[in-house]
Nanobody
Framework: QVQLVESGGGLVQAGGSLRVSCVASGFIFSSSGMGWFRQAPGKEREFVAGISGSGGGTFCADPVNGRFTISRDNAKNTVYLEMNNLKPEDTAVYYC?????????????????WGQGTQVIVSS
């Protein structure tokens, strides 16, 4: 049974930092591209960052590029999203996603597995 379990969300002041984690089980993690998406209230879910199965390839969307870093630890079946210099517009539910390919994608339809999400609130 595939499971993706996010953790680490919370309330942080603008300019602060937070790291969210996602532990995977039920599939070959090291062969799976992983991604982080987010959904703010009243908005569509959007791509935030992706990482290849080996961790050698990463990409962050423009709104977070230079502030967020995606990484993974295949020994722990875990993918991370380090978020720095947070802004109120980063407030959203953050979702972890996995796919049956070593490469990550940037569209929701690229992914086969989804977590339940973790809430991040950035106060001004």
């Amino acid at each position: 049974q595939v499971q993706l379990v996010e953790s680490g969300g919370g309330l942080v002041q603008a300019g602060g930092s937070l790291r969210v984690s996602c532990v995977a089980s039920g599939f070959i993690f090291s062969s799976s591209g992983m991604g982080w998406f987010r959904q703010a209230p009243g908005k569509e879910r959007e791509f935030v960052a992706g990482i290849s199965g080996s961790g050698g390839g990463t990409f962050c969307a423009d709104p977070v590029n230079g502030r967020f870093t995606i990484s993974r630890d295949n020994a722990k079946n875990t993918v991370y999203l380090e978020m720095n210099n947070l802004k109120p517009e980063d407030t959203a539910v953050y979702y972890c996603a996995g796919r049956r390919s070593v490469w990550f994608g940037v569209r929701m339809s690229d992914y086969d597995y989804w977590g339940q999400g973790t809430q991040v609130i950035v106060s001004s």
